[in-house]
């Protein structure tokens, strides 16, 4: 089986990606203008034998900064933009809240941590997946949700392509949470339709909670456990 690639390795092979794509443009820029390799370096104070590697992607430290200013000087802008990911490194206290709501469980169900989703190459994951032999839940657990819409959409489609029959939206009992419920509750409402002291009820039973939901638990404070029925 697959092992899942470590954050720091995968955001350490996307940079080499993009160092490589910067690379080729700002050489392809610098062509097309019919700049030399020491003219456009001498623009930044670089030497042309620091571009050309610059250009072949052979810097692996090279900075913004210095990737900006050559895009510049071959007419072209660099733009850059985060987007969610696949698996950021947890805290303790998403570790609490995951061990809170599993105190919540009826032993017949089993407990699996960080479940990759089942299709090849795909770096995303459950953060746990709750399973009987009827039924498979994923767990998406979050201390502290601000954008309903994006939360939303990444659930979705991890529902979609995570072979489970649910998704349980897992969230701290804390007054932003509650604050933050107050105003997305109209928009998460459609996806995730049964109550979560219902789903809670149902979870603590062994029985499917028969839907998406949003389940909201307390979590002691760090140092304390909660024992699990």
């Not at 809240?97 to 599993?102: G, I, K, M, N, T």
């Not at 299709?119 to 601000?146: F, M, N």
């Not at 459609?190 to 939901?213: I, Y």
Request: aromatic share 4%; proline share 7%; glycine share 12%.
């Amino acid at each position: 089986m697959a092992t899942h690639e470590k954050p720091a390795d995968r955001g350490a092979r996307r940079a080499a990606t993009i160092r490589l794509q910067l690379g080729r443009e700002i050489h392809d820029g610098r062509v097309d203008r019919g700049l030399s390799l020491g003219k456009a370096g001498a623009a930044v104070g670089l030497s042309a034998s620091e571009v050309s590697r610059i250009e072949r992607g052979l810097v692996p430290n090279v900075s913004i900064v210095a990737a900006a200013r050559l895009l510049e000087v071959v007419g072209l802008e660099l733009s850059a933009r985060a987007y969610p990911g696949t698996g950021p490194i947890r805290d303790a206290g998403h570790v609490r809240l995951l061990e809170s709501f599993r105190a919540r469980l009826h032993r017949s169900v089993r407990w699996s941590t960080e479940v990759p989703l089942p299709i090849p190459g795909d770096q995303r994951g459950w953060d746990a997946l709750l399973s009987t032999p009827a039924w498979r839940y994923g767990v998406e657990a979050e201390t502290s949700p601000h954008d309903a819409q994006a939360l939303g959409r990444r659930i979705q489609l991890k529902a979609r392509d995570g072979g489970v029959d649910g998704v349980i939206l897992l969230l701290p009992d804390t007054r932003s949470v509650r604050v933050f419920l107050e105003g997305a509750g109209a928009i998460l409402a459609p996806s995730f339709p049964v109550p979560g002291r219902r789903a809670l009820e149902l979870l603590g039973a062994g029985v499917e909670p028969g839907g998406n939901s949003i389940v909201v638990v307390r979590v002691p404070p760090q140092g304390r456990t909660e024992q699990r029925g």
